[in-house]
């Protein structure tokens, strides 16, 4: 009997010495449910009284003012109780509880008792839902999922792209069917070229149209030209090329109201246009002008054909996706307009609050917040924005250049022509030349 104990200690030592750690590191969802997410439970259950009074969750049955003879007694009442709390369940990173609110109580205080919790939990962070009215959903997670995420998947649908994965460790998919234009904002080594390119080697098997605009010279957007059907890599080529798009979204429009339907969608399979996907490298570099007259048309002229684009293009399947450093309203008045018009929205990590604010402010404050504590360190870690209107950390997938360059030559075949963008291109650089 001794014996057994004896070997039964020495398992347990070696499972602590050895095992937990190797198990963390091949499967840290197991390693989590067998030891972490049980230690969690008990801490969640044990402090949640102590926490809520803390955080004002608590509230005492009895009303804070009463009558003593004839007057009126305010003060705080003893013994708050704390909103019922369901049994944690485990979730692959985290755990999740349901808090039913007290009378009167909004999600709003839960939002804001969000990092105590997280405090009092010992855990990464702790998010806040309310999936029904009445009930808050706390959902831990116990440590950064985006420090590692793991590859994840999902259904391959035209036009979306799967470019990495979100916190809940759920996939990360940019659906042009679903948001048509999104804006991608971030400062400089913050991941936007990265989700560009991985955005495009989703993109580049499907048969869709991409159309590149990349005014510092291609350097970024060259790397895949040979899957794309035009590429303005000055501002002129720009106007050139975006120009020719508006044109080719008329023809479009005559076409859907000629057959009577509302987009290229309802178009039957033969006559249906293929989609295009703009995608926009530096925003800023469309938009400032040196204050010389031909400059100031340029940017004025990209910066109109950018919103018609992005006004009429979501039926005609002409889908934009913007990228930019800084995209403020000092850029020029037609900023703030094109934004309203991305519904889809990424904000990397950035340099100024304005550019969050720009990204996020107008959709979520908390985002903003959120999108601002991202730190140099976290290159591809972004806040983006779902199609139900909520928002997400999350971080692409890294995509070397060598695995783009490999994927845009294996599809160079299917990339469709697009005579009349290509001519205005060749017509401005055979000017220039
Ligand atoms: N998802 C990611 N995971 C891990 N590392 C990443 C990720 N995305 C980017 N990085 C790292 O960050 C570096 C900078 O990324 P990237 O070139 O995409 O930034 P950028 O915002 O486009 O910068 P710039 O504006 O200067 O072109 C990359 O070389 C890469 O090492």
Redesign the pocket.
Known sequence: MSWLLFALGLGVLAWVLVGGSWLKRRAPAWHWYLTGYPAAALRVLTTWKRVAILTDLAVSPRPRRGLLGDLVVKGEALRPVPPRLSFPRATRMGLTVVVRLHPGQTPAVYLAAADALAHAWRVHAVRVTSPERGLVLLTATATDPLQHPGLVTARPRQLAALV?ALESGGAWVMDLRLVPHWLIA??????????LARLVTELAPQPVALVGVDCKGGM?LGLFARRMSALATCRREAVAVLGALVVEMQERMTDCREAGVRSIWDLPDKLRPVPIVVIVDELAELYLSDGRRENKAEAEQCSTYLLRLAQLGAALGVHLVVAG?RVGSDLGPGVTALRAQLGGRIC?RVNDPGTAEMALGDLNKDAVTVAQSITAEE??VAVCTGPNGGWSRA????TPTDDVTAVTARYAALTPELPAVADALTAVQGGES
Do not use: F
Not at 186 to 195: E, F, M
Not at 395 to 398: A, Q, V
């Open positions: 990495g971030g400062a400089t080594r913050s991941g936007k070229s990265t989700l970024e450093q990397h290159a591809g971080r692409s997938h890294l």
